[in-house]
């Protein structure tokens, strides 16, 4: 099967273009360059495109035989987000939006979503299930829900059959740790932290330390990016059978910022400053996926589920490319 991996050069991306090409499919990434990086694609086709571009996506889908698309284009930094509103909309929203509209021209129906935790905003359970209110509290959330909804709606005529997969914390090195998180900035806790331990930054701060979980500290959910990936290949082949599908993806299992600061100061074998400083307003203490739904529907289960593992992965990969990709 072609598959047209839009935002291909990014982490995630770059990651489900490798396990493609592993499992015999025949990736196309698209990309424009603005987040993701040219290395991360290897030897993989690359169309260099904007997915504004409605003509560039449909020329693409017709000149490769594009069977299925999966999307990683998004913006995601949520403080970004509320300061600018349009932006997100714009990539987030607007631009799949396209996607979809040359997708319907060019016949392809198949597409996988890659969609957020953040549509349900601060859930009043967990671990958060598949069922609970979508209440996204934020830009980011909004335009990914509003995403979710143009896929449901055009699914019920019979020309969309997608997978809108709701990612909790995405972690870890895939590819046998040589494709690892290169984001400028740098938002995502386990970098962050593993930054401070080879001397990159002075110190990591730990926003709280008085919520109720075990030691104080918030805790969320980390699932491995080849366990991600995984969970993406059989949402696909599922497309074979189902026309409207979500799932969250997540381990089910939360760790405390706490426990990944003390693990990557084991598996880094370094000592490095923290500063415990006052919580950031509307962070929940806990927030933790339930995926039973994706285990039992598509058979789904994690192989790195130990947060050790994810950080190890994720440490060789940092000490390869210690000021990130080249280019």
Known sequence: ?????????????????????????EPVVFDNLSKGHRVA??????VYGDLSDGRALLDTLKRYRIEAVMHFAAFIEVGESVADPLKYYHNNFCNTHTVLSAMEEAGVSKFVFSSTAAVYGAPAEVPIYEDLPKDPINPYGHSKWAVERMCSFLSQTGRLRYAALRYFNACGAG???SL?????????LIPLV???????????????????TPDGTCVRDYIHIEDLCKAHLLALRKLDSASELAYNLGNGKGYSVREVIETVRRVSRRNFRVVEVD??????????ADASR????????TDFPELEKIVESAWIWHNKYPNGYSD
């Open 294 to 301: 994706a285990r039992g529907e598509l058979g789904w289960s």
């Open 180 to 188: 690892g998180e290169d984001h400028r900035p740098e938002s995502h």
């Open 41 to 46: 694609i290897r030897n993989a086709r690359f």
């Open 1 to 25: 099967m072609r598959v047209l991996v839009c935002g291909g050069a990014g982490y995630i991306g770059s990651n489900m273009t490798a396990m493609l090409l592993k499992h015999g499919y």
């Open 194 to 212: 593993i930054q401070a331990a080879m001397g990159k930054r002075p110190e990591i701060k730990i926003y709280g330390n008085q919520y109720p």
């Open 175 to 177: 590819d046998n740790a």
């Open 279 to 288: 919580p950031r307003p509307g962070d929940p203490p806990v927030l933790t």
